[in-house]
């Protein structure tokens, strides 16, 4: 939904910023890089400590390089299957590290096993709905379907929530709830999306079989 709806209004906002790093002579691979490294640095700094908030600042400022590199890559005309690769490899690092972040912070100071596996869960189930994607695809079928939440509907409910729960520590009461409601959404947001696209593959592929069965038969 928001690749579809919100990418545009961001590809306006960042294109000014893209041309001036290009301008700096800055590559595509190496904001891909940097962008990952710190993503990573801000989850698995912040967030087994507990510190939502400034581990979501950090993160924040280092996310929207996912959006950069890409830009970049096609205002310069060099999009490649290579920075296609690294994009997507390093964005499962980066998931890795935010939902770890969360399953260290429950398995140590946060103290809750349940919390813990569901935070741990969706760092599963988010990786494997990229994989249904990717390996569909290698397959050679269309895999013509997103489904309920993809990546940034992952990190931005996850984000969202762990930010403002960071806030317990400045004095919010209460506020600290917003991230287990959150884990809980992409947990089964995740398995939703998941069935969805388990289900469009195993269609596809039963027709791309009978169809190259057909085509087998009359020659
Ligand atoms: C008071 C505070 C309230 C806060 C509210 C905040 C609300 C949330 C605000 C914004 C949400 C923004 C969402 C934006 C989503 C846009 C949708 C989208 O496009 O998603 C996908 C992308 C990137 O995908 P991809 O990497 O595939 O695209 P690229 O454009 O890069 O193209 C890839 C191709 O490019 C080529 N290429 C690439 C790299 C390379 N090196 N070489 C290449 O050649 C190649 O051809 C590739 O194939 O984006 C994402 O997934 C990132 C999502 C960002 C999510 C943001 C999360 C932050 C949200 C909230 C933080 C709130 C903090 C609140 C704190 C509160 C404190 C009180
Ligand atoms: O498949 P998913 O993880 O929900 O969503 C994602 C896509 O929206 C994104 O464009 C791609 O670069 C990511 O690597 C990832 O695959
Ligand atoms: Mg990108
Ligand atoms: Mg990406």
Redesign the pocket.
């Known amino acids: 939904m928001l690749?579809k709806y919100a990418r545009a209004f961001f590809t306006r906002v960042l294109t000014p910023f893209a041309a001036f790093l290009l301008r700096r002579g800055v590559s595509p691979d190496a904001v891909t890089l940097l962008g990952t490294a710190g993503v990573m640095a801000g989850a698995l700094v912040f967030f087994p400590r507990g510190e939502f908030f400034w581990g979501t600042i950090v993160i924040t400022s280092f996310v929207f390089s996912d959006l950069v590199d890409g830009n970049m890559a096609r205002q310069a005309g060099i999009s490649s299957r290579w920075g296609a690769f690294l994009?997507?490899t390093l964005?499962r690092v980066a998931d890795g590290a935010i939902f770890g972040g969360f399953a260290l912070w429950y398995a140590g100071g946060g103290d809750d096993n349940v919390l813990c596996a569901v935070a741990i869960f969706c760092l599963a189930s988010?990786q494997v709905?990229?994989y249904t994607?990717a390996r569909g695809e290698s397959i050679g079928l269309p895999v013509a379907v997103n489904g309920l939440i993809?990546?940034?509907e992952r990190l931005v409910i996850s984000l969202v929530a762990a930010g403002f729960a960071g806030l317990h520590k400045f004095g919010v009461p209460g506020i600290q709830v917003l991230l287990p409601i959150a884990l809980w959404i992409v947990a089964v947001g995740s398995l939703i999306t998941l069935v969805q696209r388990v289900v469009t593959v195993r269609r596809e592929a039963a027709e791309a079989d009978a169809a190259a069965a057909t085509s087998e038969a009359a020659s």
């Open positions: 690749n994009d997507s964005d988010g709905v990229s994607k993809e990546r940034a």
